[in-house]
């Protein structure tokens, strides 16, 4: 007598691959969802902006195509616009990164009382953006803090928010000493990490301090060099509230960066379609230049090599 024919054996749905692969999923949901809602679909938005000219006064909403960008094109404005974003821009990335590892240096030592100076270097870092800038437009006023400093000595200051020699500088060094310390402690944290043996060799065979830190001390903070460059560039791209408070742009448009401008364009002209196109101008100027720097770690980063 023949026996019944078995149904084969089912494996379990749930193996324990399809669960580690669930729980990664999990894992990177909230990140994945974050994305999907701040980045894309706002980018995605902007764009179809750009083709469309937006009048929330008129309450109109027309397609145009391609003009938005072939004003951008047009935009007499724009080439001065652009090199006010690149001064405050290479400025801001010069002074702060050089200022950053300088005091990081300094602050390395190992000498008495040095977390105090770490922590009062670190400190504006944390206070209001607003808050600062506000109190430094009071001390770059013709009558305020810094000429009167500068009277003491003898020195008639200029109205440094007023005039356009001075006014980018005055911007530039605001910034500079509201975010250097972020990068000082980074590069802080960079230096501890480099090991002392390799500046007890390099003693040894004679070399002098400079010669360290060109050939051990650069090298090995490489990472860091380029993760506080990534940053500052893009941080610097992105500038406003610094603007909108101490000059509005001025005077004319020497320190109308590319986002205050895209602001005017948008929020006080109400051209949005414009403005939502200066924000894809914006975007791809991050994006390559971020690109450009990160294809650039193979030859200035030291574990890359």
Do not use: C
């Not at 501890?192 to 043996?197: I, M, W």
């Not at 909108?244 to 960066?257: E, R």
Request: avoid cysteine; charge should be positive.
């Amino acid at each position: 007598m023949s026996q019944p024919l078995q149904e084969p054996h089912k494996p379990p749905f749930w193996t324990i691959a399809r669960r580690d692969a669930a729980a990664g999923y999990l894992f990177i949901a909230p990140q994945l969802i974050g994305t999907i809602l701040f980045v894309l679909i706002p980018l995605g938005l902007v764009f179809y902006y750009s083709l469309h000219e937006w009048n929330v006064l008129a309450n109109t909403f027309t397609f145009v195509g391609d003009a938005n960008y072939q004003l951008l094109l047009r935009d007499p404005n724009l080439p001065q616009v652009l090199w006010a974003s690149a001064v405050f821009s290479a400025g801001l990335v010069v002074l702060n990164m050089s200022l950053a590892l300088l005091l990081a240096v300094l602050l390395d030592q190992k000498l008495k009382g040095i977390v105090v100076f770490r922590t009062l270097f670190f400190s504006p870092v944390v206070v209001s953006l607003v808050a600062w800038t506000i109190v430094w437009s009071f001390l770059l006023q013709v009558n305020g803090g810094i000429n009167g400093l500068l009277s003491m000595i003898g020195i008639e200051g200029p109205n440094w928010l007023r005039h356009p020699s001075t006014a980018m500088i005055s911007v530039v060094v605001v910034q500079v000493f509201k975010n250097v310390g972020l990068n000082m402690i980074l590069f802080l944290a960079a230096l501890q990490g480099v090991p002392k043996e390799l500046y007890e060799a390099a003693r040894v065979d004679g070399a002098p301090a400079f010669k360290q830190f060109r050939r051990i001390t650069l090298p090995m903070i490489s990472p860091t060099i380029l993760l506080t460059s990534i940053i500052t560039i893009v941080g610097s791209l992105q500038v406003f509230a610094q603007i909108a408070i101490l000059t509005k742009g001025g005077p004319g448009v020497s320190t109308t960066v590319l986002v205050y401008y895209l602001y005017q364009q948008a929020f006080q002209f109400n051209f949005f379609g414009y403005g939502s196109t200066l924000s894809i101008l914006l975007f791809l100027i991050v994006a390559v230049l971020t690109f450009i720097q990160w294809q650039m770690r193979k030859r200035i980063v030291f574990y890359e090599n």
